[in-house]
C-alpha cells in the first residue's frame, strides 16, 4: 500500500477550512474548534512519545469510572484536551471516559453551541509496553443552540447520527489522525519536522468483504453461540477462497479499526456471560469508530441494529460491537439471529 494516496499536498488546517467552506451557512466556529482540538492532539502526541522519559508511565492509586486503575499518561492527556478546549468559547460542555460526570466548563469563560466527547488515551493497558495507543473523539451540537449558557447531560445523551465531526489520533510508529465531518473519511499523518498533520489518504473506503477479524479470543467461552458459530465458520477453509479469516488482536480499538478500515474484515467485542452489555463504551467509543466507519462504506452494529440509532441513557453506557466491512458485518448479525433460534 502507497504511503501516499492523495493528489496534492494538503495540511489539516487547510483541509478543515476547505470542508468548512463547502458549508455557506458555517461561521467558522467549528473550524476553530477542530484547529483547538488538533493542537491539542499533538501535544499528547509528543507526551507519549517522552512518556517513559517523562516518568508518566504506570499506574496511579485512582480508578476511574469503570473501576479501573488509571494510568498516569491518561489522566495527563485528559487534562491537556480538557485545558485546550475549555476557554476557546466553542463548547458548552464535555465528557470523557476518563470521568464520571459531566466536565463543565470553568464560569469564566464563554460557552458555545457544540459538545466534546473523548477518550483520552485508548488502549491504556498498552501503554507500558510501547504498543499502539490513541485518542478517540466526536463533536454533536447542543440541542438548542441559541443557549450561551452551560450544556446539559441530555446534550452530551444524543445518539451517534447527530455527530458533527469524529475522529482519532492513533500514536505508533508515526502520529496519525482519521476524521470525518460527514463527507468521507481523510487520514492525516504528523510530520514532526514541520509540526503538520498531512493529508496521507483521501477519502477512504473499507473493502466491501475482508479476510481478517480482530476479537479477544480468550472470552470465547463466555461469548453467545453465535459468535462462537461464527468464528468456527471463518476459520474453515471454503471452496471460493474467501476463508479462512486471519486473526489479528491488537487490544486498543483505535489500532484494531484503522487496520480494519485498510483492510477490511470484522472488528468485534461481543456481549459475554460476564458482560452481558458488552465492554466498549457507547458515547466515547462505539459511537465515533461507528461514524467512521460508515462513512467508509462499512456498517456498524450491536448485533441487533444500527449504532449510531441508539439513544445513550447514561454518559458510561456499554453496548456490543460489530463493525467493519459491510458483508461481514451483515454475517455476523445473520449468526447472532440464528444463534438466538437455536
Excluded at 224 to 253: C, E, F, N, W
Amino acid at each position: 500500500m502507497p504511503f501516499l494516496k492523495t493528489s496534492s499536498l494538503v495540511t489539516i488546517d487547510r483541509h478543515i477550512v476547505e470542508e468548512g467552506a463547502m458549508h455557506p451557512e458555517a461561521t467558522g466556529e467549528l473550524t476553530r474548534l477542530l484547529r483547538d482540538l488538533t493542537l491539542a492532539l499533538r501535544i499528547v502526541a509528543h507526551d507519549v512519545r517522552r512518556a517513559g522519559l517523562n516518568d508518566v508511565l504506570g499506574l496511579t492509586d485512582d480508578v476511574n469510572s469503570h473501576g479501573e486503575r488509571v494510568k498516569r499518561l491518561d489522566i495527563h492527556a485528559n487534562d491537556v484536551i480538557f485545558r485546550a478546549m475549555e476557554r476557546g468559547g466553542h463548547l458548552c460542555v464535555m465528557a470523557s471516559e476518563e470521568v464520571e460526570d459531566l466536565m463543565h466548563i470553568p464560569q469564566q469563560y464563554p460557552k458555545g453551541k457544540y459538545v466534546l466527547v473523548f477518550d483520552p488515551l485508548d488502549g491504556s493497558s498498552n501503554i507500558d509496553v510501547n504498543v499502539s495507543i490513541g485518542t478517540i473523539f466526536s463533536v454533536y451540537k447542543r440541542l438548542e443552540s441559541e443557549r450561551t449558557d452551560a450544556g446539559t447531560l441530555d446534550d452530551v445523551l444524543q445518539p451517534g447520527y447527530r455527530q458533527v465531526v469524529a475522529g482519532y489520533a492513533m500514536y505508533g510508529s508515526s502520529t496519525q489522525l482519521v476524521y470525518t465531518s460527514g463527507n468521507g473519511v481523510d487520514v492525516f499523518t504528523f510530520d514532526p519536522t514541520i509540526g503538520e498533520f498531512l493529508l496521507t489518504f483521501e477519502k477512504l473506503r473499507i473493502p466491501q468483504r475482508g479476510k481478517i477479524y480482530s476479537v479477544n479470543s480468550g472470552n470465547a467461552h463466555k461469548w453467545p453461540q453465535g459468535i462462537r458459530d461464527y468464528v468456527t465458520h471463518l476459520l474453515k477453509p471454503s471452496a471460493d477462497g474467501l476463508r479462512p479469516y486471519s486473526l489479528r488482536y491488537v487490544g486498543t480499538m483505535v489500532a484494531d479499526i484503522h487496520r480494519t478500515l485498510h483492510y477490511g474484515g470484522v472488528f468485534m467485542y461481543p456481549q459475554d456471560a460476564t458482560m452481558p452489555k458488552g465492554k466498549l463504551r457507547l458515547v466515547y467509543e462505539v459511537n465515533p469508530m461507528a461514524f467512521i466507519i460508515e462513512q467508509a462504506g462499512g456498517k456498524a452494529s450491536d448485533g441487533q441494529g444500527r449504532v449510531l440509532d441508539i439513544v445513550p441513557t447514561s454518559l458510561h453506557q456499554r453496548v456490543p460491537c460489530y463493525m467493519g466491512s459491510f458483508d461481514d458485518v451483515c454475517e455476523v448479525e445473520q449468526f447472532l439471529v440464528n444463534g438466538e433460534q437455536s
